[in-house]
């Protein structure tokens, strides 16, 4: 988010549908105390600036820059397809948390004959995880089936 030059902000709004999106030129960007600071070329002060409070903030995916050999950009992992070393399937990535010690994946699996989808949170650590292809959609975990 830092890199982007142009954020694209929708309301969030109650009625449950997206409001419009809306583009905004950065002219300066900031990490400070765990958040985000940033100037906006069409907003001259803070009262301006609150009317945005609550809205998404989305960046073109060409704004991001390269992650490292052994990164990985969350929205990339999922849909991604779990398997086990066993080639056993686990379901796929739903999402994934972050518990400030390590991030977790959400691998959610199909119901199986009408029963309830099975949920299972694996620590993103190299202990667990032993393979990532983020382009062909696939993680190798060291998770069995009963866990």
């Known amino acids: 988010m830092l890199a982007a030059r142009t954020w694209w902000l929708r309301p969030r709004a109650a009625t449950g549908q997206p409001g419009q999106l809306a583009s905004a030129k950065v002219l300066q960007a900031r990490e400070h105390s765990g958040s985000v600071v940033v100037q906006l070329e ?14 998404v903030v989305a960046v ?13 950009y969350w929205v990339d992992l999922i849909g991604a397809s779990v398997v086990n070393l066993q080639d056993e399937a686990l379901g796929v990535v739903e999402g ?8 977790i994946l959400r691998v959610v699996s199909p119901a199986v004959a009408g029963g309830a989808q099975e949920e299972r949170l694996i620590p993103f ?23």
């Not at 069409?42 to 809205?55: I, N, P, S, V, Y």
């Not at 202990?127 to 866990?147: E, F, N, P, Q």
């Open 60 to 72: 073109r995916r060409a704004d991001f820059p390269a992650p490292a050999d052994d990164e990985f």
């Open 96 to 103: 994934l948390l972050d518990n400030g010690a390590q991030q």
């Open 42 to 55: 069409q907003l001259t002060d803070r009262t301006q600036a609150e009317q945005f409070k609550g809205h």
């Open 125 to 147: 650590v190299k202990t667990y995880v032993h393979s990532v292809d983020a382009k062909a959609g696939r993680i190798v975990v060291d998770w069995g089936l009963d866990y």
